[in-house]
């Protein structure tokens, strides 16, 4: 599913325009992206809760050349399934 789908179905499924329903998906994920920047988790209940991880650097080896290489320190971003999706999922 693409964000175009999403947006088409919210325009269908509440009856606003497609301008609106694109706005409101993307103010969605606009607030969605700045509050994982700000380094807060975001819990949806009923369907999960996503988080950013750091993770360390650490050696690693490329698998062509078999060169050890450093991989540089990042953050992740982790999804858990809420238990209620895990359950709906799992019919």
């Given at each position: 599913m693409t964000k175009a789908d999403i947006i088409k179905n919210v325009h269908e499924k509440i009856g606003i325009s497609k301008g609106d329903s694109a706005r409101l998906v993307g103010s969605v994920f606009?607030?969605?992206?700045?509050t994982l920047a700000t380094g807060e988790d975001v819990k949806i209940s009923g369907f999960g809760k996503l988080s950013l991880r750091e993770k360390k650097a650490r050696k690693g080896r490329n698998p062509q050349t078999g060169e050890e290489i450093e991989i540089t320190a990042r953050k992740v971003l982790t999804f858990k399934s809420s238990q209620v999706l895990k359950k709906a999922l799992n019919v």
């Open positions: 606009d607030i969605i992206k700045e």
